[in-house]
């Protein structure tokens, strides 16, 4: 059974500030992996779908890379903002079996 | 606009109680999930449908119950023999099951009271 792990729980970080989350899972006959955004009390928003044939994605100030071999996964946000502040999620797909991480808070800081 | 629509957002249950969510979509999405977020916990699969008038259970289905009459629907009813069910509930969907990106709603806060 997949375990799907982000490490830290919690982040702080100054506004500007470039910074990596991480994702890490055990089973890596994966078949993609999502990046997901939560506000407080809010539904989740995907940010980027990464194929298993894939190394990265782009969109805007994000990227996301995929190393299957190690199973991680890492989102990069640059220059980061207060409006940047929420919990990531990552969800790793196995083939008819869908399995979330708890989450990264991150907190950006004026 | 298309997306996923839950309602309501906030949502109050007696003890002894059955309450239900509903859940719609109109993305054309044959597959539809439901799933359950406690603090702290990634998010967990009550229920999966991949058709219209199928559905599956998943890890902590127990207490609860699902239909699918329509592509654009699939409403989770608590029951009352669910014993712990504050929580929030996320509806989601997708192309087909699984491993397609999924698609979420604003989410139903349920609250014993």
């Known amino acids: 059974k997949q375990e799907v792990t982000q490490i830290p729980a919690a982040l702080s970080v100054p506004e500007g500030e470039n910074l990596v989350l991480n994702c890490s899972f055990t089973d890596s006959a994966i078949y993609n992996l999502q990046w997901f955004r939560q506000d407080p009390g809010k539904g989740l928003t995907s940010l980027l779908l990464?194929?298993?044939?894939?190394r990265e994605q782009t969109s805007g100030r994000l990227n996301a890379s995929l190393d299957k071999s190690s199973g991680r996964s890492t989102l990069y946000i640059a220059a980061s903002q207060p409006g940047d502040s929420a919990t990531y999620l990552c969800a790793v797909n196995n083939n008819n079996d869908m399995r979330f991480g708890a989450g990264t808070r991150l907190t950006v800081k004026p | 606009d298309g997306g996923i629509t839950q309602s309501p957002k906030y949502l109050f249950r007696k003890e002894g109680q059955n309450v239900t969510l509903s859940c719609e979509q109109n993305l054309n999405h044959d597959a539809m999930y439901w799933y359950r977020q406690d603090p702290g916990q990634g998010l967990r699969l009550i229920y999966y449908?991949?058709?219209?008038?199928?559905?599956q259970k998943g890890d902590i289905a127990e207490g609860y119950s699902v239909s699918r009459e329509k592509k654009e629907s699939f409403p989770l009813t608590v029951t009352s023999a669910q014993k712990n069910p504050t929580a929030f509930y996320l509806c989601?969907?997708?192309?087909?099951?699984?491993?397609?990106?999924?698609?979420f709603g604003s989410g139903t806060r349920l609250t014993v009271v």
């Open positions: 989601a969907s997708s192309i087909r099951a699984f491993n397609y990106g999924y698609t």
């Open positions: 990464i194929q298993s044939s894939q």
């Open positions: 449908s991949q058709i219209v008038n199928d559905f």
